[in-house]
């Protein structure tokens, strides 16, 4: 089953490790993985995520924000690490360990072309119907929101960042 | 600081739980404080909220969905502990021992009129800029949004009970 969280709201990534919480209260076991964000990066959940270890894998695959002031990284290695996400996550799947697989941000891969859709498509192929997936990231393609079973888009209606109110630690991060 | 999440689709309460974990993460304290959800109504994410104890409050603080069909309670007794739900959160802010206080489903029990807009205003005033508030819910007064600094609307675009996937524990409670 797979459901897509999207749009430019607030509360997409924190919304996945809310569903990561609930599993793991029902007693299931929960791969999260991140692509984009890296260790370079930490934020609050970083430390909370990684303290369940026995039944939450976390991981920081990605390479950093793309494309942005101080992304000084080629192209070739943003896709190599987005491969390489992918491909980790695709193993998680296939050892049939985990009832929920977060793939953070891999809209926004996908939006970016480090990713093709096919190769998606062919990762989504392999999820059976008792296994949980969520895909964050806006920008979420159509081809892909048609497949969702299950898809929310995070509408801004307001942002601290049009009203004039700082972005915080623990709130953004 | 308040964030409104709306919206009828599918992670406002996740979303607020994750921001609870990102928040303590970041060494804050959370007060976590539901209405219209009742200990009766157990839900994966108790348990794990639960054991933060030291870090994070969390209170079951309603007596139920209202007005359904195995709801036998008199709309009274939604009204009394909705208000003393209120009444609670307002004691946790005021204890200035929290960052963050999430209201869960204040939305919805504003809506249903178990509580006026003029008792949630007053406790908004009360909350000072360093403080993070989160109301969640669906149908959130429009006289709320425009208070809010951050509001998200949770727009479904696609429901499992639309496309025919069962309700499953651990994906909706």
């Given at each position: 089953v797979l459901l897509v969280f999207t749009g430019n709201g607030?509360?997409?990534?924190?919304?996945?490790?809310?569903?990561?919480?609930?599993?793991?209260?029902?007693?299931?076991?929960?791969?999260?993985?991140?692509?984009?964000?890296?260790?370079?990066?930490?934020?609050?959940?970083?430390?909370?995520?990684?303290?369940?270890?026995?039944?939450?894998?976390?991981?920081?695959?990605?390479?950093?924000?793309?494309?942005?002031?101080?992304d000084f990284l080629p192209r070739s290695i943003h896709k190599k690490s987005a491969l390489e996400t992918l491909s980790l996550a695709e193993k998680a799947l296939l050892s049939k360990k985990y009832s929920l697989l977060v793939l953070d941000e891999i809209n926004i891969a996908l939006n970016l072309k480090l990713l093709s859709l096919s190769k998606v498509f062919n990762f989504l192929k392999k999820v059976p119907l008792e296994t949980d997936v969520i895909f964050t990231g806006r920008n979420a393609p159509n081809e892909l929101i048609s497949l969702a079973d299950i898809a929310t888009e995070f509408k801004e209606l307001k942002h601290p960042y049009n009203s004039g109110v700082p972005s915080k630690k623990g709130r953004e991060y």
């Amino acid at each position: 089953v797979l459901l897509v969280f999207t749009g430019n709201g607030k509360g997409k990534t924190t919304s996945a490790i809310g569903q990561a919480i609930r599993v793991l209260g029902q007693g299931g076991k929960i791969f999260f993985i991140q692509f984009i964000k890296s260790s370079n990066f930490p934020a609050g959940e970083d430390k909370i995520l990684s303290s369940f270890s026995d039944n939450l894998t976390f991981i920081k695959g990605g390479r950093g924000f793309v494309g942005i002031l101080n992304d000084f990284l080629p192209r070739s290695i943003h896709k190599k690490s987005a491969l390489e996400t992918l491909s980790l996550a695709e193993k998680a799947l296939l050892s049939k360990k985990y009832s929920l697989l977060v793939l953070d941000e891999i809209n926004i891969a996908l939006n970016l072309k480090l990713l093709s859709l096919s190769k998606v498509f062919n990762f989504l192929k392999k999820v059976p119907l008792e296994t949980d997936v969520i895909f964050t990231g806006r920008n979420a393609p159509n081809e892909l929101i048609s497949l969702a079973d299950i898809a929310t888009e995070f509408k801004e209606l307001k942002h601290p960042y049009n009203s004039g109110v700082p972005s915080k630690k623990g709130r953004e991060y």
